[in-house]
C-alpha cells in the first residue's frame, strides 16, 4: 500500500514539474522581450512581432512601457511560468513577475501565432 501511495505521488509530483514548465521557444522569446523592454531596444519587438504587432507598437507605445515597467524591471525580479491556452489558432502564454523593489506583481500575456508575437502586454 505504501508503494502504491508513494508511487502516485511521484507521479503526482511529475506531472506538476511538467505543468509548471514554461515551453522552451515562448520562455526565449518572453526573456528577450523582457531585456528588450529594460534595454530600451523597440527592435526587437518589431524582429519578433508579426505584421499587426508591427503596428500596434508605436514608438509611444514603446516609450510607456520602458517608462512604467523598465524601472521595475531592472530592480530586479522573479518570474513564474503560470501556464499555457490554445485560443483561436494562437497560443497564450501567462507569466508572473514579482519585483525586487516593489511588492505590486505583474502579470504578464504573450500570444504568439506561427512562432511571431502577436500581443505582449502587462497587467
Excluded at 528577450?32 to 531596444?41: F, S, T
Amino acid at each position: 500500500m505504501k508503494t502504491m501511495a508513494c508511487s502516485l505521488l511521484i507521479l503526482f509530483c511529475s506531472f506538476l514539474a511538467k505543468a509548471e514548465d514554461s515551453p522552451g521557444e515562448a520562455k526565449n522569446i518572453y526573456g528577450v522581450l523582457l531585456q528588450a523592454i529594460q534595454d530600451g531596444d523597440s527592435s526587437v519587438f518589431h524582429e519578433l512581432g508579426n505584421e499587426g504587432f508591427r503596428k500596434q507598437m508605436t514608438p509611444e507605445l514603446f516609450q510607456l512601457a520602458i517608462s512604467e515597467i523598465g524601472p521595475r524591471l531592472r530592480g530586479g525580479f522573479n518570474s513564474a511560468f503560470l501556464g499555457r491556452l490554445s485560443k483561436g489558432g494562437k497560443e497564450v502564454f501567462l507569466w508572473k513577475i514579482t519585483p525586487s523593489k516593489n511588492p505590486d506583481q505583474l502579470l504578464v500575456t504573450l500570444i504568439l501565432e506561427n512562432n511571431k508575437v502577436a500581443a505582449f502586454y502587462f497587467q
